[in-house]
């Protein structure tokens, strides 16, 4: 009866085209697959994912009218306009899809959270609909709080208060705060986008009981729906490369080369820009180090640059035979090598999850959104990361010694196996995500 009642459930997939929400919607599909069901994943034109690497899924391309991700643009807008394009589409593709199994195939629908034109399509087609999350469970407290903070004034974060505590979040400070360095405008914006995400049946979220229990009860409380925490998916699913960028294997033969535990690993997301002054301050900073180092420079990471043209020019020449720079590495590989002693992140939860499943300490800088509340966990809660408070090369060094070099480091990178071992446990038989797998899958065939 359990075969028959996932052959005739079809679950569609909202993807987005943000790298960090594509990679776990890919990963769910990918799990959810190999528990029996049949998978559609709907995506858009923009960032569409590679079916080929795929082949047990079938893809639906929704037209967005988007050339490009730009980072620096009216994030909310963009959404907006996303979404309005989206929906009439998705809806019609359903009902097509509906009518061609002559109503014989029952559908659940999975969302990305900020694809939230899909609450109103499962409600005009009467489907039942789960939102997957793919940011840290501690960052929710803090978003559901933006608009009582804004209301008293706290939000936007003024100088004054930007080392205090947030009452009610500790340990989070303001300038922990998710979108801390914008305007009262965007602001305004990211609150309003925010009633737009109405309360769906249940929330699959890709995280660890032991890592986030006090968030997730209290989340538990807020929404009173069913939640689900089956991570790390990375882990979890079996599926090739996610990523929208070309990822240079060579790099890792050059590890191989290098001593256990020596190497630094930088890399600061898929959306992160810097000016030259930022990029010269960390090729300063990690040639004086004189650490290994294995740096992702991402074609326009630098606005206007085609590549690494902005380093400084005595640079590559100072660090030739202990640093690589590239353009995009196989994070998941890199990470799990040998000579990979720790991780240089913008915080993003899929990198999080990522070093805290192979056990690499991490130096945390934060760029935009759900990263400074990860960086605030990882560095004060879970202690398996070091914040670099200024990207200034002689404070660069500094960390890095720490990470590497002393008891400090030693300490912290103890931490991270303890805790890459806990991971792990969650995913074995009687483990706390292998148990909510389950309870998901019961779920998803009893709606």
């Given at each position: 009866m359990g075969d028959e009642r996932k052959?005739?459930?079809?679950?569609?997939?909202?993807?987005?085209?943000?790298?960090?929400?594509?990679?776990?919607?890919?990963?769910?599909?990918?799990?959810?697959?190999?528990?029996?069901?049949?998978i559609t994943i709907a995506h858009t034109k923009l960032n569409s994912p590679d079916p080929s690497n795929h082949p047990e899924f079938e893809f639906l391309e929704l037209f967005d009218n988007f050339l490009a991700i730009d980072a620096s643009a009216h994030f909310t807008k963009f959404l907006e306009l996303l979404n309005n394009n989206c929906k009439k589409q998705l809806q019609d593709l359903l009902i097509q899809k509906i009518q061609q199994s002559n109503k014989m195939m029952m559908i659940t629908i999975i969302y990305d959270n900020i694809m939230y034109f899909a609450e109103e399509v499962a409600r005009n087609l009467n489907?039942?609909?789960?939102?997957?999350?793919?940011?840290?469970?501690?960052?929710?407290?803090?978003?559901?709080?933006?608009?009582k903070l804004h209301a008293q004034g706290q939000f936007p974060v003024q100088d004054s208060i930007r080392d205090k505590f947030v009452p009610e979040l500790y340990p989070l400070r303001y300038k922990d705060l998710p979108f801390n360095n914008t305007s009262?405008?965007?602001?305004?914006?990211?609150?309003?986008?925010?009633?737009?995400?109405?309360?769906?049946?249940?929330?699959i979220w890709n995280t660890m009981d032991f890592l986030e229990n006090s968030s997730l009860t209290k989340l538990q409380k807020h929404y009173k729906i069913p939640i689900f925490s089956i991570g790390p998916l990375n882990e979890l699913a079996q599926c090739p490369s996610t990523?929208?960028?070309?990822?240079?294997?060579?790099?890792?033969?050059?590890?191989?080369?290098?001593?256990?535990?020596?190497?630094?690993?930088?890399?600061?997301?898929?959306?992160a820009t810097m000016d030259e002054k930022e990029l010269a301050e960390i090729a300063w900073g990690l040639a004086d180090s004189n650490q290994a180092f294995l740096w992702v420079v991402r074609p326009g990471s630098v606005k206007g640059?085609?590549?690494?043209?902005?380093?400084?020019?005595?640079?590559?020449?100072?660090?030739?035979?202990?640093?690589?720079?590239?353009?995009?590495?196989?994070?998941?590989?890199?990470?799990?090598?040998?000579?990979?002693?720790?991780?240089?992140?913008?915080?993003?939860?899929?990198?999080?999850?990522?070093?805290?499943?192979?056990?690499?300490?991490?130096?945390?800088?934060?760029?935009?959104?759900?990263?400074?509340?990860?960086?605030?966990?990882?560095?004060c809660v879970w202690q398996v990361g070091l914040e670099l408070e200024c990207l200034e090369r002689n404070a660069i060094v500094i960390i890095i010694r720490r990470l590497l070099g002393d008891?400090?480091?030693?300490?912290?990178?103890?931490?991270?196996?303890?805790?890459?071992?806990?991971?792990?446990?969650?995913?074995?038989?009687?483990?706390?995500?292998?148990?909510?797998?389950?309870?998901?899958?019961?779920?998803?065939?009893?709606?």
């Open positions: 052959q005739s459930k079809h679950l569609v997939l909202i993807a987005s085209p943000f790298q960090g929400h594509m990679t776990p919607m890919l990963q769910l599909g990918s799990v959810l697959h190999s528990k029996g069901f049949s489907l039942p609909i789960i939102v997957l999350r793919s940011c840290s469970a501690s960052y929710m407290p803090a978003f559901l709080a933006l608009p009262s405008e965007v602001v305004q914006e990211i609150i309003a986008l925010s009633g737009r995400n109405r309360i769906p049946s249940a929330i990523s929208f960028l070309k990822e240079d294997t060579d790099c890792i033969s050059w590890l191989d080369k290098q001593a256990p535990r020596s190497v630094i690993y930088v890399s600061l997301g898929s959306l640059s085609d590549w690494i043209e902005f380093l400084p020019s005595s640079f590559l020449e100072e660090v030739r035979g202990r640093g690589l720079v590239l353009k995009w590495a196989p994070q998941k590989q890199v990470l799990a090598h040998f000579a990979v002693g720790g991780f240089w992140s913008h915080c993003g939860w899929n990198s999080s999850l990522e070093s805290i499943s192979q056990g690499v300490p991490m130096m945390c800088w934060p760029f935009l959104g759900d990263q400074y509340v990860n960086s605030r966990y990882l560095s008891d400090e480091g030693k300490e912290i990178r103890q931490r991270a196996i303890n805790m890459k071992e806990k991971a792990n446990c969650c995913l074995w038989k009687g483990g706390s995500s292998f148990n909510d797998l389950n309870n998901l899958v019961e779920f998803i065939l009893s709606n």
